[in-house]
């Protein structure tokens, strides 16, 4: 299994002065249908990727080596009512509902969905508690704020006494014969991690639900980024993401994220200067400032220890003058046959320094010095 990791710019949009939601991808090189590639996401990421605009697409794909991963999109067949009830009844014609249209007219009693930009004569809700039949044409959209706007909501029906009673208030208008939007509607594509972003990114012709499984979506375009729907038992490799928070404060920046050490170097000096390096009193006042932000008891610094020599140095290449330590640690010679130790400053505590193995995964703090 190939795993790439991609640290992308800051995602400036974001931020607020102090903290920023920042999102990574992660390409996973493993086909999996669509339910376990979501698994694997939610258990060891946020989720399966959702993508909320074109900056978010750019950073995805530089993620991927090649064009057909699946992305957290999938179409749910939930009926809703426009008024928030409950779907407790259906009265559908036979044959309905098809699998493209998502809203709903009533024809001599019966449901039936149609594309939502068709325009009819709509039903509302009054305020008083009756029906208000609108003999005006309007597509869904526009019949569910006109609605909204002067009553309250697009009708719902919520069992067969109200059917009937709505068919009839339909008949009585003369207007038996044609059809009027009811409030019942269907929210096609959703993200797994629910967020309500609508950026959609579709190739030509698509979605187009051919053999009417198609209900996951994939980027199936390379280097373009197109999307295809596509069965979700089909298997794939995916891309899952990250959201994680990163705080400034006075030029410090702690990432809420937990790397090993050299992840976390790589990371600041992608995105910022350096992992921090600690020269000073003062320096580490500032350091136990913002240290408390953190998630992880220790978090790490640009503190590395040359095995070989026994020595300490910090990442801009100078000796460890001022020091911190914790008892026992930085003083005595490391055993680091296994594996080489790095240095890490207790976010609680004493904030004193200690020293651990490098694949350890903590919070960081870059610098922007
Ligand atoms: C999480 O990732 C590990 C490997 O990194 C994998 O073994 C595990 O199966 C994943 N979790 C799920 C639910 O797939
Ligand atoms: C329905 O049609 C009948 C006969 O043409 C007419 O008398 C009645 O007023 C109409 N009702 C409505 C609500 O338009
Ligand atoms: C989407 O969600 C965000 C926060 O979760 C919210 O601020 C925004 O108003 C929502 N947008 C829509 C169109 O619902
Ligand atoms: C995905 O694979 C799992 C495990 O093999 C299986 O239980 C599940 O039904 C599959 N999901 C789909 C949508 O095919
Ligand atoms: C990092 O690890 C800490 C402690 O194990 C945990 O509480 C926190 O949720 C983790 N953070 C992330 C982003 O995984
Ligand atoms: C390093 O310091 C920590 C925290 O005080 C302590 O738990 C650990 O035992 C120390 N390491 C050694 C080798 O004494």
Redesign the pocket.
Known sequence: MAQTLYFPLLLIALCSISECVQRQYHFINEGKNWTEAQRYCRENYTDLATVDNMNDLIQLMKSVNDGRVWIGLQRMSNWHWSSGDPVLFLNWASGQPASISDCTVMYNGQWINEACSNTHFFICFQMSGGLVFVNQLMNWRAAQSYCRQNHIDLVSVRNQNENQQLEKFINDRNSSGSAVWIGLFRDTWQWSDQSNSSFRYWSTGEPNNVGGNEDCAMISQYPQGLWNDIPCHFQFPFVCH?D?FVLHKDKLIVI???LSWSEALRYCRQNHVDLVSVQSVEMQRRVMNVVKLA???AVWLGLHNFCSINTWLWVNGDMVCYQNWAPGNGSTPENCKLENRKGAVQSGGDQTWISLPESH?L?FICTNY
Request: hydrophobic share 10%.
């Open positions: 990250q994680f809420q994220q937990n998630s992880t008891e995964r919070n």
